[in-house]
């Protein structure tokens, strides 16, 4: 399989824990997204690389939440002494830009976070 | 600032039924739309898109969807729906070029009855 991959798919912890998820992209897609989805909402936007350069970040993401990637291939997320608001589904999508184009984002399983 | 707007939740229909979901967003720019649909137990798959050209475009599993740019609407059309559409649907909606983060509606539940 040569889609996107997420690893952990499931994890538990405990208040004030710190928690890291890892995205791997489509190989050679250049672009990487970080989405947040809460129960009965859609995603919502939280940090965007090109190749290694982080350019963009959502005001969702508080200075607790810390985004890499740092050879341009995967991604790290890692969040610092979560609370339970943190709980949701962390969602990872790639895409390729080509010029003069949109590009289509593909999205990875998600890591479930539950904090306890 | 974009928005998306899915007005219905929760859909129930039974088999052979048709299919129309609605989709408005808020943008007064170039837009590119898109639906993805995350069956259950699934990840989120790309269902159609629209990014230029002629405004019915036509997805995978014989769903289609109109732009309507007077109505700043995109909405999601199946003329039969099977057991196997029961799936959650998401219109979303990203500005042309540039840094193109996606911004999603609420979601649309469809359960189909066999």
């Not at chain 2, 299919?19 to 699934?42: D, I, K, R």
């Amino acid at each position: 399989d040569t889609g996107v991959s997420q690893d952990p798919r499931h994890k538990i912890t405990k208040r004030g824990q710190n928690v890291t998820f890892r995205c791997d992209p489509i190989s050679e897609h250049n672009r990487l997204y970080w989405y947040r989805q809460t129960l009965g909402q859609g995603p919502e936007f939280l940090t965007y690389f090109q190749n290694e350069a982080q350019l963009e970040k959502s005001r969702l993401l508080s200075d607790r939440f810390s985004a890499e990637r740092p050879k341009g291939s995967f991604s790290t997320l890692e969040i610092q002494r979560t609370e339970q608001g943190d709980s949701a589904m962390y969602l990872c999508a790639s895409s390729q830009k080509s010029s003069g184009e949109t590009d289509t984002q593909y999205f990875g399983p998600g890591t479930r976070l539950t904090v306890l | 600032a974009q928005s998306v707007s899915q007005h219905n939740h929760h859909v129930i229909l039974s088999e052979a039924a048709s299919l129309e979901l609605g989709c408005n967003y808020s943008y007064g720019g170039t837009v590119n739309l898109f639906w993805y649909v995350q069956y259950p137990g699934q990840h989120l798959q790309l269902l159609l898109k629209y990014f230029s050209g002629d405004p019915l475009v036509k997805g995978i599993k014989g769903f289609e969807a109109e732009f309507i740019k007077s109505k700043f609407s995109f909405n999601l059309r199946k003329p039969s729906v099977q057991w196997s559409d029961t799936a959650e649907y998401f219109c979303a909606v990203t500005s042309w070029g540039g840094f193109q983060k996606l911004v999603f509606g609420t979601g649309t539940r469809l359960l189909v009855s066999p």
